[in-house]
């Protein structure tokens, strides 16, 4: 677990993080969302103490990062791909880190298969694509067999089969009971991957909840109702407190209650042509909720999200 209390960074007058508590739970993959400059990376890098907080604290299991016997078997970081001796082979950069750590060196092996570097090793990771130098990166993570991995934008540069392994990857390691905290740009991505979620915006936390919580709260999820007697499925949703609104050719219910608006049209024997769940987006979600947040924007284009309905 990684906990976070008053966790604050200020370079001079800026607050880059501003009192963030938070706690990052094993069993589960969490996303870690924020506009650009919303002080993701600085709180990562604070979470592996390569920045000081200016107030607060953050504990690894319980410990600050440098009380930590062997970090790297306790938290594994993938912070930025290209951290690699530019003349060591792949096997050696892990070798290195390895043998500094009290790494048993079979590992080695064990993880550049797992990534899918293993004809690779002896190449240096100058000559790695974007794709392979971040599979050595997650390589790295790995390494130390740790209960709690973060990763800052993993997929980064990887074409679909590596977005794909990734996800898989990081949805195996929190099934283990693992602690999986994970920074994104894509919300798509993240949608599939993530199960909960920490938001931030201008170094504030905005949201700490589950996935399906977050979309519900910041985002119109609503049933589409289609009938021939709208009348009077208005009146009979209406008459069990369900708020209906009129859509552009049938009704629209706020919320996720289809199963409630079925069992009501058959008590009432009305036929149903459509009822359908329509989910917002991760992506419609966010960027309601950060709206006041983002702080490089385009004025110029219209990129706010459509509200939907009435
Ligand atoms: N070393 C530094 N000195 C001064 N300001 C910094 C430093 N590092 C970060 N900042 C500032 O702190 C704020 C948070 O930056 P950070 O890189 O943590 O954001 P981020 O959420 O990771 O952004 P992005 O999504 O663009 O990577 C930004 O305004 C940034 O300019």
């Not at 078997?73 to 690699?84: M, P, S, Y």
């Not at 750590?101 to 990771?125: F, H, S």
């Not at 979620?197 to 700490?208: F, P």
């Amino acid at each position: 677990m990684i906990e976070l209390a008053g966790l604050t960074k200020r370079y001079g007058e800026r607050t880059a993080v501003d009192g963030l508590t938070f706690s990052v739970r094993p069993g589960r993959v969490t996303g870690f969302l924020g506009p650009n400059g919303a002080g993701k990376s600085t709180t990562m890098r604070m979470i592996l103490g390569l920045d000081h907080p200016t107030g607060g604290s953050v504990r690894i299991d319980g410990m600050p990062y440098e009380r930590l016997p062997e970090p790297l078997t306790a938290i594994g970081a993938l912070l930025e791909a290209r951290a690699v001796h530019p003349g060591r082979t792949a096997h050696d950069h892990l070798l290195c880190l390895a043998q500094s750590n009290g790494i048993p060196l079979r590992r080695i092996d064990e993880v550049l298969e797992l990534v899918g570097l293993t004809a690779v090793a002896r190449k240096r990771p100058k000559s790695f694509s974007l794709g392979m130098g971040q599979r050595l990166g997650i390589a790295s993570a790995m390494l130390g067999d740790p209960r709690i991995l973060m990763f800052d934008e993993p997929v980064n540069g990887l074409d679909p089969e590596g977005i794909h392994w990734v996800r898989q990857l990081m949805k195996q390691l929190a099934a283990d009971g693992r602690t999986v905290f994970v920074s994104s740009h894509l919300m798509s991505e993240m949608a599939l991957t993530a199960d909960h979620l920490v938001v931030i915006g201008r170094g504030r936390l905005l949201a700490d909840t589950s996935m399906a919580r977050f979309i519900e709260e910041n985002a119109h999820t609503f049933v589409r109702v289609c009938t021939p007697e709208p009348e009077r499925m208005r009146d009979v949703l209406a008459a069990a407190g369900l708020p209906v609104r009129e859509g552009e050719d049938c009704l629209e219910v706020p919320g996720s209650q289809a199963p409630r608006i079925g069992e009501l049209a058959a008590e009432h024997g009305l036929v149903l042509h459509e009822l359908t769940l329509r989910r917002a987006s991760l992506e419609e979600a966010f960027m309601r909720l950060t709206r006041g947040a983002v702080e490089y924007q385009a004025h110029a284009a219209e990129h706010g999200p459509q509200a939907q309905g009435g």
